[in-house]
């Protein structure tokens, strides 16, 4: 009870850190989820500025640009600025039409219109698609003599077409929002826990105070027990504070079975980051080392376990790399738990394994605290 009391008179100087921390974090939480928007399931296409060349001057090739107009920003440039425009980005791209192009389109040589573009430009390629349906679309038409009294109404009306897809959401609810808040979830409790705990368990740290520890009544085995224990209410702490700022964001989300599962696993990791918090101060004795360690940790991890950077779009090597890391296994957790709709204990045991999984880490780290505290102890002794 020594230890704890002992414990709280130094959490309680370091209050006002404390606070600031955890405003900090959670500010940045709430101004990226902020940030985010919602998934449409509309889409609207972007125009871009475009040259038209057009030496031909037919009824056809005036048509075809009309059609083109509602994919791009026609800008009139004079030939001889074309490439300065082009080089600046100006414009994307230069669509030239030769002269008699419509002539020979019906026939066995056509001529082909030139086109020159950005490279690797998604815009471009999704104008080029656009101009190739219409002058498909055309050549089908003469080629196969189908009457019509106007060429280009007809082959507007039957791009126009398009199928209705509707999308259907009955009975499912859209976790997008409250997995991004427990994904980044996983930074903030590694830069707060071993930042604040690094702060606190550094105060025990000064050898006079190890030594006077070692000849007081309570046994060092225990002083590490009830350390531990502070640390993990402090963590637990945290921990529903930031809960809670959950709830407040998702009140719709977070008291379903997903939602309390994406708590359950954060729970886990808090565990696994408590533990690994422990091993640092352990491990050194300097409380700017510690600081630096942790942000080091924080925003490593984050970035090759797919915290800031889906899973699915990580290299496999890093992904190798990262099973190594709880946090890889708390994101592939949450990736999972966001989409379950049926709860069986097959579904559910890729799940189960990431928890396990992340317990297995805070055992391995409270070994090798067990396995070093003692070794610094004989040493200091």
């Given at each position: 009870m020594i230890v704890f009391k002992l414990y709280l008179k130094i959490l309680n100087?370091?209050?006002?850190?404390?606070?600031?921390?955890?405003?900090?974090?959670?500010?940045?939480?709430?101004?990226?989820?902020?940030?985010?928007?919602?998934?449409?399931?509309?889409?609207?296409s972007t125009k871009f500025d475009v040259a038209y060349v057009d030496h031909d001057q037919t009824k056809f090739t005036s048509d075809l640009k009309e059609y083109l107009s509602d994919y791009a920003n026609f800008k009139e440039i004079d030939n001889d600025a074309l490439e300065d425009a082009f080089f600046y980005r100006d414009i994307v791209m230069i669509i030239e039409i030769p002269e008699g192009f419509t002539d020979s389109f019906n026939t066995n040589q056509p001529l082909k219109i030139m086109t020159k573009s950005v490279p690797d430009s998604s815009s471009s390629f999704s104008l080029e698609s656009q101009m190739e349906k219409y002058l498909n679309l055309a050549a089908i038409y003469l080629n196969n003599d189908l009457s019509t009294d106007d060429l280009n109404q007809a082959i507007i009306a039957n791009l126009s077409k398009s199928a209705t897809v509707e999308l259907s959401t009955k009975g499912n609810v859209d976790y997008e929002f409250a997995q991004a808040y427990y994904d980044y979830l996983a930074y903030m409790i590694l830069a707060l826990v071993i930042t604040v705990m690094g702060s606190i368990m550094i105060s025990f740290k000064p050898v006079d105070i190890v030594r006077r520890n070692n000849i007081s009544a309570i046994s060092n085995k225990k002083m590490n027990l009830f350390l531990i224990f502070a640390n993990a209410l402090l963590g637990l702490g945290f921990l529903v504070v930031l809960i809670i700022v959950s709830i407040i964001l998702f009140p719709d989300q977070m008291f379903k079975t997903n939602g309390l599962l994406l708590m359950l696993n954060s729970f886990i990791f808090m565990i696994s980051v408590i533990t690994l918090?422990?091993?640092?101060?352990?491990?050194?004795?300097?409380?700017?080392?510690?600081?630096?360690?942790?942000?080091?940790?924080?925003?490593?991890?984050?970035?090759?376990?797919?915290?800031?950077i889906p899973q699915i779009f990580l290299d496999p090597s890093i992904l190798t790399i990262a099973r190594l890391i709880p946090s890889y296994w708390y994101v592939a957790a949450n990736n999972r738990i966001v989409t379950l709709n049926h709860y069986n204990l097959s579904i559910m045991k890729p799940i189960i394994t990431s928890y396990l999984i992340q317990f297995g880490f805070a055992i391995i780290f409270i070994i090798l605290t067990i396995i070093i505290s003692k070794k610094k102890q004989k040493l200091e002794s």
């Open positions: 100087k370091n209050k006002t850190a404390i606070l600031v921390y955890l405003t900090i974090f959670i500010g940045l939480t709430v101004l990226l989820m902020s940030t985010l928007s919602k998934n449409t399931t509309s889409f609207s918090s422990y091993l640092l101060v352990t491990l050194f004795d300097s409380k700017n080392v510690i600081n630096g360690i942790g942000n080091i940790f924080s925003l490593g991890f984050s970035f090759i376990t797919g915290v800031f």
